[in-house]
């Protein structure tokens, strides 16, 4: 049976090898994202709660399962074990492969890096067109007698977009930007209210009260 401890020793050894050098920084990466989905699924956020409630956010609602929580939860917990941890930038990057990771068939070794390119996806409405996306690469990688890789992907998702129709590329674009403007505005808020400064947390609010009544 797998335990807690195992589960953070992949992912310390994880971030040794990030520390160690670029070349290496990418090996076992998807078994590092397994790991990392299967403490989230633990009783980690009721842990940290008893380490550092959260807050309230400016609507009043308080969200103890963030992936900025998390990520803190992890820290303390490598650092208790005098290991290192994974910043979160990059812990959400490895929780996005595995997803993309999901719609791959794949008979050969799978790294983050290889499935970047498919990010692109996520934030669409061509999540489902993965698969066939994937399948390309592989197809191209074939053609050459070589083993797919992330320039293959990069090929056949340039590939796809150049299929799309007129106009469609840019709807996509400003589709992604929205949806990452307000990841960006619900972290940026999030970390507000969990660093308790209450003159910024009011003076947000005031502006936000304001913006409602469009005054912004």
């Known amino acids: 049976m797998v335990t807690r401890e195992d589960l953070l020793e992949v992912v310390a050894d994880h971030a040794d090898r990030i520390a160690e050098g670029l070349q290496l ?24 709660q008893t380490q550092e409630p959260a807050k309230p956010d400016a609507l009043g609602v308080i969200k103890s399962d963030s992936e900025v929580r998390f990520s803190k939860w ?3 917990q490598e650092e208790k074990r005098g290991r290192r941890s994974l910043d979160r930038t990059y812990i959400g990057r490895l929780s996005k ?18 499935l970047r390119p498919l ?20 197809d191209l990688a074939g ?18 977009k150049k299929g799309l129709p007129k106009g469609a590329k840019q709807k996509v ?16 808020v999030g970390s507000l209210w969990e660093t308790g400064d209450e ?18």
């Not at 589709?175 to 505005?185: D, P």
């Open 25 to 48: 920084s990418d090996q076992d990466s998807l078994q590092t994202a397994a790991a990392i989905a299967e403490l989230r699924k633990s009783d980690w956020a009721e842990e940290w």
């Open 74 to 76: 992890l820290k303390w």
């Open 97 to 114: 492969a595995q997803r993309v990771a999901a719609h791959c068939a794949t008979g050969t070794a799978v790294t983050e890096g290889m």
């Open 119 to 138: 990010y692109w996806f996520l934030d669409t409405q061509h999540e489902v067109r993965i698969s066939e996306v994937w399948a390309r690469a592989v």
């Open 143 to 160: 053609e050459e007698g070589a083993t797919v890789d992330g320039g293959y992907v990069s090929a056949a998702v340039a590939e796809f």
């Open 173 to 188: 674009t400003a589709e992604k930007n929205a949806v990452r403007f307000l990841r960006q505005a619900q972290q940026f």
């Open 199 to 216: 003159d910024q947390q009011r003076a947000f609010d005031a502006w936000y009260r304001d913006f409602r009544k469009g005054k912004h």
